[in-house]
């Protein structure tokens, strides 16, 4: 089955840096990734998504990112703001498996 | 306005007691899902369902059970609660599209005692 890894586990940056979590995955058939922000006491909301034949998408302050080849693809915050801080997920979907397999989370804390 | 809900939000209870989760969706989607996220934040996909009558198993064994009798609601159950159970859980739900984005619920925090 897939397997998604995620890195870093925890990020602290200041408030106006970037930040950048990394997630690869293992199986080619995969073809749309999505990114997932879970604020505290709340469930995981989509923030931002790519699918397999764009190489790059951004909105606003978020970006993510997309190498097929190398099967790995990441999500850049810029300008970093306190109400970024929260838990994102990275998680990547094939049609034959039919669901989301998530990578382990990112803690990010943005210290104002 | 369209959304997912779950309750209780929290719950402590004694080992031995039975429990059950709601969950409900108001979007007509025809899929569903139960999450179970340890303290690690992890995601672990415990039961997933295609639509009415249908029910199966995630990756994480798990000694709840679900059922799927009307489309808008997901309940899960665990009929002897242990120490063990204790955990985050979280429901959600997504239409057939290709494509499918998940809308989670807010989540439910179980304490077994």
Known sequence: GENVEQHPSTLSVQEGDSAVIKCTYSDSASNYFPWYKQELGKGPQLII???SNV??????RIAVTLNKTAKHFSLH??????????????AAWKAAGNKLTFGGGTRVLVKP | EADIYQTPRYLVIGTGKKITLECSQTMGHDKMYWYQQDPGMELHLIHYSYGVNSTEKGDLSSESTVSRIRTEHFPLTLESARPSHTSQYLCA???????????????????VL
């Not at chain 1, 190489?55 to 606003?60: A, F, L, T, V, Y």
């Not at chain 1, 915050?77 to 990275?90: H, N």
């Open chain 2, 93 to 111: 739900s997504s239409d057939w599209a290709a494509y499918n984005e998940q809308f989670f619920g807010p989540g439910t925090r179980l304490t």
């Open chain 1, 49 to 51: 998504d790519i699918r």
């Open chain 1, 77 to 90: 915050i810029t300008e970093t703001q306190p109400e970024d801080s929260a838990v994102y997920f990275c």
């Open chain 1, 55 to 60: 190489g790059e998408k951004k909105d606003q």
